[in-house]
């Protein structure tokens, strides 16, 4: 979708929105997967509301985006336009254990930031993909380390409501890849309160985690992270694996042969071979094992 109306174009520059127009989130998602719309990054948390209901007002559809990571976006021109949050300097105060974290900082980076400040706790996550917003929407984990155990108050946008509140770790329900935020949520800024632990001993954790990951994903390559939730006292990869079925592909959509439960774009997969390599193995493991595999990867389409 294409914003041509020269009045709200005017408007979202004067509510500090930076426009891209026509941009591939082929560009953006880690899937390098995705059609093309204008991109309106947001510069002014405060100016949210206002930026909804210009779009609303004016019948243009919308979604928010984050960092792309977790995420598999449809081909082609897509029929709304994207939000993203622009990334402040700094993105990430220190002030004694609590870190203030915006939305739009990459989580690795604020993982080792924090480290430097001897804050640990985090380590296991310093390989996982993505900002911290998208991290505190699906809860994000990791050999035994979760975000949301650390969460102690999130400053969100809320779709139904349409305003921005402070939100109390408490009143956050974290599980398993799932958090009780809704889909029309926009994560905005987050006060993790993180132990204290020397530094030398947050980097000694920080590489153990890298081994594993180095050992066992397919870094380097166009991934999404795990594509399927394991289901209770299962594992989604080992029973794709114990199919045979790394390596599988539809067109450049491939199983990867390093970790069964990450699929790759090898080359210039489409939305569409994405989703029927996502199909076809759900249905086999469905058959096989009886389990209904759920996506953990968030799927938009068109």
């Known amino acids: 979708m294409r914003i041509e109306d020269k009045k709200v174009l005017a408007a979202l520059l004067d509510l500090g929105v930076e426009l891209k127009s026509d941009a591939s989130l082929t560009d953006i998602t880690y899937l390098g997967i995705g059609g093309t719309t204008d991109l309106l990054r947001l510069t002014r948390h405060e100016s949210i509301p206002e930026v909804v209901k210009l779009l609303e007002a004016n019948g243009i559809p919308f979604k928010f985006l984050g960092g792309g990571s977790n995420l598999l976006v449809a081909d082609n021109v897509l029929p709304w336009v994207v939000m993203q949050l622009a990334q402040p300097d700094p993105d990430v105060v220190i002030e004694g254990n609590i870190a203030i974290v915006d939305a739009a900082a990459d989580l690795g980076k604020t993982v080792t930031l924090c480290a430097k400040h001897d804050l640990g706790g985090m380590e296991g996550l310093i390989g996982v993909p993505g900002t911290v917003g998208g991290a505190l929407r699906m809860n994000a984990g990791a050999y035994g380390i979760q975000i949301g155990n650390y969460v102690r108050e999130v400053k969100v946008y809320r779709g139904g409501a349409r305003s921005i509140e402070i939100l109390k770790g408490d009143q956050i329900s974290f599980e398993y890849r799932h958090t009780s935020f809704a889909p029309d949520d926009m994560m905005l800024a987050v006060k993790l309160e993180l132990p204290s632990k020397p530094f030398r001993e947050i980097l000694q954790g920080i590489r153990i985690c890298n081994e594993k990951r180095r050992a066992s994903q397919p870094l380097g390559q166009k991934s999404a992270g795990c594509i399927f939730k394991n289901p209770p006292g299962a594992s ?8 045979g079925l790394k390596g599988l592909s539809v067109g450049d959509a491939r199983v990867s042969d390093r970790h069964a439960n990450f ?12 989703l029927a390599l996502i199909t076809d193995v759900r249905e086999r493991v469905q058959k096989a094992y009886g389990f209904e595999l759920e996506n953990e990867v968030v799927v938009w389409n068109a």
């Open 236 to 243: 989604a990869g080992r029973m794709i694996d114990e199919l």
């Open 263 to 274: 699929f790759v774009n090898a080359g210039k997969a489409s939305a569409k071979d994405m």
